[in-house]
């Protein structure tokens, strides 16, 4: 009996070093990630890409809960990628952005920084090819922002620029497939669209053309000088012209366009004859 309470003791005491052990394991590797995160950090801070990404991939090997660890080295990807540049090279770094920053949503569903990263590297990468399924997984994640932080002008703002974007898309789309049908008579940009094609734009695309308005509106709510949004407004009123029947009703919504246009100018003059401000 008393070489039995023996062992159990050993047993247990081994079983408490190894716990200890491990224990301190973890922290040489959380003070480990912490170094190379800095070292990244400051590499990243000179433009050293390469040697950045590197460092938070040592980083976040070496303590996988290091969050900031990983939104670096995802930022660092998506900052090496350019929009449009076709390279097989350009294509992987743009996808090893968007994988690490949907690892890091599987751990933390809710971390903004994830998620506004995630939908700017797609909205990026859905230019050129272009793909519309990709213009909606951004805004998918522009949206999931909104739901966490609706006072927020910013996400509204990416709603709007991607609806404008397809619905544009779509608008050149119609009209280039109706003028090679209708070669005697042309239909130009500013014209309004053909009553025999309006009724299918406004199926596909009037839906999406209203929530990018009532989202740039929000934007501008949010922060009423925002002239970037004011901007794409302007864009899709126009493009709220093409789907509505009445002559009257184009008209003022061309109208609502062009009022925002010299909104956009007071604003920028506005912001230019302010005193620049000191840098803290």
Excluded at 57 to 81: F, G, I, S, V, W
Excluded at 246 to 263: C, F, G, H, N, P
Aim: neutral net charge; aromatic residues 8%; glycine residues 4%.
């Amino acid at each position: 009996m008393k070489y039995a309470s023996q062992s159990i003791v050993r047993r247990a005491f081994a079983a408490a070093a190894l716990l200890v052990l491990a224990a301190g394991l973890s922290g040489c590797n959380k003070l480990k990630a912490r170094d190379l995160l800095n070292k990244g950090v400051a590499a990243f801070k000179e433009g050293q890409y390469d040697t950045a990404i590197e460092h938070f991939k040592q980083a976040k090997e070496a303590d996988p809960d290091l969050m900031n660890a990983r939104l670096y080295l995802a930022t660092a990807y998506a900052t090496q990628y350019i929009p449009g540049a076709p390279s097989d090279q350009n294509k992987k770094v743009g996808e090893q952005a968007a994988a690490e920053f949907k690892e890091i949503l599987e751990k933390d569903p809710k971390n903004l920084s994830a998620i506004d990263g995630l939908g700017s590297i797609l909205y990026q990468m859905a230019g050129t090819p272009y793909k519309p399924e990709m213009f909606d997984e951004s805004k998918k994640y522009h949206q999931m922002h909104i739901a966490q932080k609706p006072e927020d002008p910013e996400p509204y703002y990416w709603v709007g620029v991607i609806d404008w974007t397809l619905s544009f898309r779509g608008n050149n789309e119609v009209r280039k497939d109706y003028n090679e049908k209708n070669l005697k008579k042309q239909v130009k940009e500013t014209d309004a669209l053909p009553a025999s094609v309006r009724g299918d734009y406004a199926t596909k695309y009037g839906t999406m053309i209203d929530e990018g308005i009532d989202s740039l509106k929000k934007a501008i709510e949010l922060r009423p000088d925002y002239d970037d949004a004011m901007a794409y407004l302007n864009l899709l009123y126009r493009r709220k012209a093409d789907v509505v029947d009445s002559a009257d009703q184009r008209a003022e919504l061309l109208k609502q366009a062009d009022d925002l246009v010299d909104k956009v100018k007071e604003v920028k003059q506005k912001r230019a004859s302010q005193p620049a401000q000191a840098p803290s």
